[in-house]
C-alpha cells in the first residue's frame, strides 16, 4: 500500500509556482521523500528527494516539515509543459521498491 | 539523469501470440530491475522485481508464467508476454536502479514505456 496522501488533482496559472502536499504521517526515521512525474504516455521522470532537509534543484524544491509528517513540491514557475501526474513516494531509497499512489494530476492553465 | 530505454515503444499482437520488450540501462549498470503495468487513467502497478542473474521475485496477483523476466545482464532485462490476450493490453514500464557515476549514488530511473495491444 502507498504510504501517502495526495490531492487527486490541482490546477495552477502559468508562470505561478506550483504548491503540490503530500502527507507522509507515518515515515519512519530512514525513509526518503521521492517525487516523480509522468507526462502523459511517457516514463515516469525523477524530480526531487530528502530525508529532512529542505532541498532544491534545476527543477524544483522540496520542502519537508520538521516532524516529517509532510511535505511539499514547489516549481517555483510552472509553465505548460509541467501538466502532469505528480507522485510523492516514501522509500528506503538504495534498498526498496518504488511503490506508487494514485499521484496528484496538475494541470497548469495558460 | 541517467538513460533507460525501451524496445520496442509500440506493438500491436494478435491474441495467442508472445511478444518481448526490452528495457536497457544505457550509461550504468543496473544491478535491479523493475516491471511495471499502468492501465489507462490508473497509477502505475509494480509487477516484479529482479536482479541480475537470480530469478524474478513476483507481486502478488502477477502470474509468473505468464510474464517472464530475464535480466541477464547489468544492462538488460526483458519481459516475455506469453500467450498475450486482449486483457494483457496495457503500458509497460520498466525501471533500473545502480550506482550512477555522476551523483555517486544508487538511483531508481524509468524507461519510456512500451504500449501493448492484443487484438
Known amino acids: 500500500d502507498a504510504k501517502t496522501t495526495q490531492p487527486t488533482s490541482m490546477d495552477c496559472a502559468e508562470g505561478r509556482a506550483a504548491n503540490l502536499p503530500c502527507n507522509h504521517s507515518t515515515i519512519s526515521g530512514n525513509e526518503y521523500v521521492y517525487w516523480y512525474r509522468q507526462i502523459h504516455s511517457q516514463g515516469p521522470q525523477y524530480i526531487i528527494h530528502?530525508?529532512?532537509n529542505n532541498e532544491t534543484n534545476e527543477m524544483a524544491s522540496l520542502i519537508i516539515t520538521e516532524d516529517r509528517k509532510s511535505s511539499t513540491l514547489i516549481l517555483p514557475h510552472a509553465t505548460l509543459r509541467d501538466t502532469a501526474v505528480y507522485y510523492c513516494?516514501?522509500?528506503?531509497?538504495?534498498?526498496?521498491?518504488?511503490?506508487f499512489g494514485p499521484g496528484t494530476s496538475l494541470s497548469v492553465i495558460p | 539523469g541517467a538513460v533507460v530505454s525501451q524496445h520496442p515503444s509500440w506493438v500491436i499482437c494478435k491474441s495467442g501470440t508472445s511478444v518481448k520488450i526490452e528495457c536497457r540501462s544505457l550509461d550504468f549498470q543496473a544491478t535491479t530491475m523493475f516491471w511495471y503495468r499502468q492501465f489507462p487513467k490508473q497509477s502505475l502497478m509494480l509487477m516484479a522485481t529482479?536482479?541480475?542473474?537470480?530469478?524474478?521475485?513476483?507481486e502478488q496477483g502477477v502470474e509468473k508464467d505468464k510474464f517472464l523476466i530475464n535480466h541477464a545482464s547489468l544492462t538488460l532485462s526483458t519481459l516475455t508476454v506469453t500467450s498475450a490476450h486482449p486483457e494483457d493490453s496495457s503500458f509497460y514500464i520498466c525501471s533500473a536502479r545502480g550506482l550512477v557515476s555522476r551523483s555517486r549514488t544508487y538511483e531508481q530511473y524509468f524507461g519510456p514505456g512500451t504500449r501493448l495491444t492484443v487484438t
Open positions: 529482479s536482479n541480475e542473474g537470480s530469478k524474478a521475485t513476483y
Open positions: 530528502g530525508l529532512k
Open positions: 513516494i516514501v522509500t528506503l531509497t538504495s534498498y526498496d521498491k518504488v511503490i
